[in-house]
């Protein structure tokens, strides 16, 4: 289990971690994997115009079934741009799927999401499949793809997403993601309609 607040407290390179963002993204575009940018460097680019400065890595979502097929291809792929690929122990058995990419302590994590007909897929969090179409989010000229409509995804997501949250603890940040948190999203959205937030 991750300590976050250690995570958050490491000195970051944002100059790093851009530079292994592209090269990440332009690797999975150039051997056509569909893949989506999410989570944390998502919410830093739409709503400050760049990397959130405590987050500690970006997270690339991938559909969990070509990402176990692919993974020696990915891997192979990856790792010939200088940067570190190896897969999460639990990749082979296809349970919470991820790939760990790395270079100077800048991780990307490539997480593989199942999905079905009507959602996406990585318990606890699901999200409904129509939100991982052809959306995109322009940053320093590259456009990367991503979940939307951009503002749905980020309130399913993180609730309120606007107010930024410096916590080493994801249950402070992250609000109606999935069946095991039906109940924090209730209370948010009954929260939001008292105009608490």
Same mark, same amino acid.
């Given at each position: 289990? #991750?300590? $976050? %607040?250690?995570?958050?407290?490491?000195?970051?390179?944002?100059?790093?971690?851009?530079? %292994?963002?592209?090269?990440?993204?332009?690797?999975?575009?150039?051997?056509?994997?569909?893949?989506?940018?999410?989570?944390?460097?998502?919410?830093?680019?739409?709503?400050?115009?760049?990397?959130?400065?405590?987050?500690?890595?970006?997270?690339?979502?991938?559909?969990?079934?070509?990402?176990?097929?692919?993974?020696?291809?990915?891997?192979?792929?990856?790792?010939?741009?200088?940067?570190?690929?190896?897969?999460?122990?639990?990749?082979?058995?296809?349970?919470?799927?991820?790939?760990?990419?790395?270079?100077?302590?800048?991780?990307?994590?490539?997480?593989?999401?199942?999905?079905?007909?009507?959602?996406?897929?990585?318990?606890? #969090?699901?999200?409904?499949?129509?939100?991982?179409?052809?959306?995109?989010?322009?940053?320093?000229?590259?456009?990367?793809?991503?979940? /939307?409509?951009?503002?749905?995804?980020?309130?399913?997501? $993180?609730?309120?997403?606007? /107010?930024?949250?410096?916590?080493? %603890?994801?249950?402070?940040?992250?609000?109606?993601?999935?069946?095991?948190?039906?109940?924090?999203?209730?209370?948010?959205?009954?929260?939001?309609?008292?105009?608490?937030?």
């Amino acid at each position: 289990m #991750y300590d $976050y %607040n250690k995570l958050i407290e490491r000195p970051k390179d944002m100059v790093r971690r851009r530079k %292994n963002l592209e090269a990440v993204a332009a690797v999975l575009d150039t051997i056509g994997v569909r893949w989506w940018l999410y989570e944390g460097a998502l919410l830093g680019f739409y709503r400050d115009g760049d990397f959130i400065a405590w987050d500690f890595d970006v997270d690339i979502l991938m559909d969990s079934t070509y990402m176990v097929e692919n993974y020696a291809k990915i891997c192979g792929a990856v790792s010939e741009t200088g940067l570190t690929a190896k897969e999460d122990a639990r990749t082979r058995v296809g349970i919470r799927p991820k790939i760990k990419v790395d270079s100077d302590g800048e991780p990307i994590s490539i997480n593989g999401y199942r999905f079905t007909e009507t959602e996406v897929v990585r318990e606890p #969090y699901r999200f409904p499949l129509e939100w991982w179409s052809d959306g995109t989010i322009e940053q320093w000229g590259v456009k990367y793809p991503c979940p /939307t409509p951009i503002e749905d995804y980020l309130e399913a997501a $993180y609730g309120c997403w606007k /107010t930024p949250i410096c916590s080493g %603890n994801p249950n402070e940040y992250r609000r109606g993601r999935g069946v095991r948190s039906l109940g924090v999203e209730r209370t948010y959205r009954k929260a939001k309609k008292r105009g608490e937030y």
